[in-house]
Every structure is written in C-alpha cells, then in structure tokens.
C-alpha cells in the first residue's frame, strides 16, 4: 500500500498531514519518503520575513528497521555529515515524536540524496528540518499527529526562525512573523513570468558568521525604505514583475555582510548596474536574480558568467583564488514539500 501528496496549506498556512498505514502507526518495514525544495530567506528588504521556494530539491527517505540506525547518504556536503542520532534529519524527527508526546524514535534506515548545497544560502538546514518533521509525522499513529500548526511550530523553533521553513513546507512566497511565542505564515502565489536564477559559489559562508555583522540598530529612514520596499516586493512577485528590480533594494543587511561575501556583493552590484533585480540569497553567499520570464532569466544567467570570467572584477576572485560560479535556473514550485508513505 502507498499514498503520495503534497504537504499543502493548513491552519496558519502550515502542512497538511502524513499518510498512515495503521491506527497504531507504521510497522515494521514501512518507508516514508520526503521530496523538499530550496528556499531562499529575507528576500532583498524582507529580511526575517519574506521566504521564497525554490525548485531545487532533496531527497529523503526513512525506512522502519528492526534495530539500530542505518545511513545511505550521498550527494551536497555529505562528507561532513554525522551517522549518528545528530543527523539534523533525525534530530528533527525526534523533536516531532516530543512534540506528540511519543518518545523515543524507532529503529530507522535514512537515506538522503542532496542536491541543495551546504552553506551557500539555500536553506538546506531547513529543507532537512521540514524533511524530518514531516516524515515523523507520517511514522505517528493518526491520533498522536502533529496537526499543521504543530508542524509550523516545531520546524520554525528548530531553525528559529519560520523565513525559510514556511516556503519549504508551502511553496510559493511565505510572509511569516511572530506573535505572542508562535510563528505564523500567510502563503502568497508568485507570478507565473517570476524566474529564479542562482549563481553558487565555490565557497561557503556560516549563516551566523553573517548575522554577526549585523549592527544592532537602523536609521529610521532605511527601515521605512525597507518596509516600503518589502511591501513592493510582495506586488511584485504575485503580479507586477517588471517592478521586480525596484522592489529588491534593500538597505537592512546586505550591504554589512558584504565583507563575508565581497565576490557576492560584487556580482550582485554588476547585475543590479544591468537592469538585473539581483539578491544575497538568504545570508549568502549564493546570488539570487529574479528574473521576469525565461528570456529574462536567459539574460541574467549570460550576465553573471560574463561579469565572473572579468579578471578584473571582484566577483572573479576570492582570498586568492578564482571563484567558480555554478549558474542554475530554477522554478518556484507552487506546492512544497511531497510526502509518500510505502508500507509495502
């Protein structure tokens, strides 16, 4: 027996529940598998707020064994990741079985193919998060689930914050906030002609080395511009998106980490003096260019591996050493996360 679908909105924009096998949970032998996409957080001016999912997706899959742990891991920075009880998927599943209130996790079989790449501004912290959650939902007796609030919670309070959980789970654009000790997300469908293009660079940058460089207070004039130019960002993305380049300038956090990222800062500058609406992903160092249509997506993508390969642009080198740019044009998927339960 198998069942497939998307983890699509609930309560608070949150997902929809896993599949069961039984009223007592999935036996022995039963596989859970997770399909979860890329987001990217902050958005240009929507800094904490603004999530956007990307059509770049991870694999994973958790089988019920009979005792022990058992890893199959490939892909994205798999060299560096623990086979313990530590793996972020697993810490994640377990936080789920907390929040039902079930103990301890099972006996499990992961495997994962990843393909977001590690430190790059991509939220695969949050992808593995949502992949976790979602397959120990599915895993739960029906009674014992987590509803879609629950879900939302538990994977915000993981990552700490909902910016890229909420895409990951939903899809599309996600204005998330806090209130009251809860987090909240409100879906908004993107534009059609809306297209992503990632420029990834061959080095990382720690997601809290570049929130350190944040000064701990603002101008009262950039927050206004910021909120005014968020607030344009959300029109721009469900339905103007030729207003796209305007609406991502942004004065609240990219400009202060660009000594992390000064080839990611540069590159976004020469694609911003094109006419590009170019963006730090997240906290960086991949850059995001929103383009309006494929031949729009076309030209950004031409840009970035002409401003790269210009020896004498600061986008070309990095301590040293050239930067190699992997250019990927995406999609933003309209459903998050997919779930499928086998117990066959």
Request: charge should be negative.
């Amino acid at each position: 027996m198998s069942e497939t679908h998307a983890a699509g909105p609930g309560q608070d924009g949150a997902p929809g529940h896993g599949a069961a096998s039984s009223e007592g949970g999935a036996p022995l032998g039963a596989t859970v598998t997770v399909e979860v996409p890329a987001s990217t957080g902050n958005v240009g001016p929507g800094f904490d707020s603004l999530g956007l999912a990307l059509g770049h997706y991870d694999t994973v899959r958790v089988t019920r064994i009979a005792s022990g742990l058992e890893f199959d891991l490939t892909g994205e920075g798999t060299d560096g990741i623990p086979r313990t009880s530590e793996h972020l998927v697993l810490r994640a599943m377990q936080a789920a079985f907390d929040a039902a209130g079930a103990g301890a996790l099972p006996p499990l079989r992961l495997e994962a193919h990843n393909v977001i790449p590690h430190g790059r501004g991509m939220g695969s912290s949050a992808s593995a998060v949502v992949a976790g959650v979602l397959a120990a939902n599915a895993l739960l007796p029906i009674r014992s689930r987590l509803n879609p609030d629950e879900v939302l919670q538990v994977c915000s309070r993981l990552e700490g914050h909902p910016d890229n959980v909420a895409p990951t789970l939903l899809g599309g654009l996600t204005v998330s906030w806090e209130e009251t000790s809860r987090f909240h997300s409100a879906p908004v469908d993107v534009h059609p002609d809306v297209v992503p293009v990632v420029a990834i660079p061959d080095f990382e940058v720690a997601t809290a080395v570049a929130r350190g460089l944040l000064p701990d207070t603002v101008a009262h004039r950039a927050a206004a511009v910021n909120a005014g130019r968020a607030a344009l960002l959300v029109v721009a993305l469900g339905g103007r998106p030729e207003l796209l380049l305007p609406a991502t300038f942004d004065l609240l956090h990219q400009r202060y980490r660009a000594q992390a990222m000064a080839p990611s800062a540069a590159l976004v500058e020469g694609l911003r003096e094109r006419g590009h609406a170019a963006l730090i992903s997240g906290a960086g160092p991949t850059v995001l260019v929103l383009a309006n249509g494929p031949q729009g997506a076309e030209r950004a993508a031409e840009a970035v591996r002409a401003i790269a390969a210009d020896a004498a642009s600061p986008a070309h080198s990095h301590h040293g050493g050239r930067v190699s740019w992997r250019v990927l044009t995406l999609h933003v998927p309209r459903e998050g996360a997919k779930v499928s339960v086998s117990t066959q």
